[in-house]
């Protein structure tokens, strides 16, 4: 699957990834392999000085954030879309995105239902998809359980 995302896919991807990198670091000890992983996803994303600096990030200071409900969702819908990127699909990326997303506060399943849709777009037969609007509707399936 090729994909193309436009700039504010983009900078939500970036956003996250911030966010998950703030929640590593913040632990007092991060395992190597989450580590090879974060990394992993900044060189997939080609991450510049200037993206950091445009992010308004100091490493030293990254503090993880917890955004709003539906903000939360979108998060996690652009980590898992951005580690179908490469259509390498590894268990630590999965486990990396899965930690991400308890510790935003929703149970283990959502990472892999999310990725199931990913996965399957190729399948969809619409054209265009509603990125916004297919997370509103995880979003109401996960309030609804």
Known sequence: MNLILDKEHILSVKTSYFNIVALFLGQEKI?????RCLLKWGFQMGLSPEDLAKADVDLTHLQFSHPDKIAKLESIY?????????E???????????????????????VSDLFKSIATEVYDEAEERNVRQEVLDFLKLYEAE
């Open 88 to 110: 390498v699909v590894e268990d630590v990326e999965l486990e990396v995105a899965t930690i991400y997303a308890q510790q935003l506060g929703f149970r283990q399943s959502v």
């Open 31 to 35: 395992e190597s392999r989450f580590l």
């Open 78 to 86: 652009h980590l898992v879309y951005m580690i179908y990127l490469d």
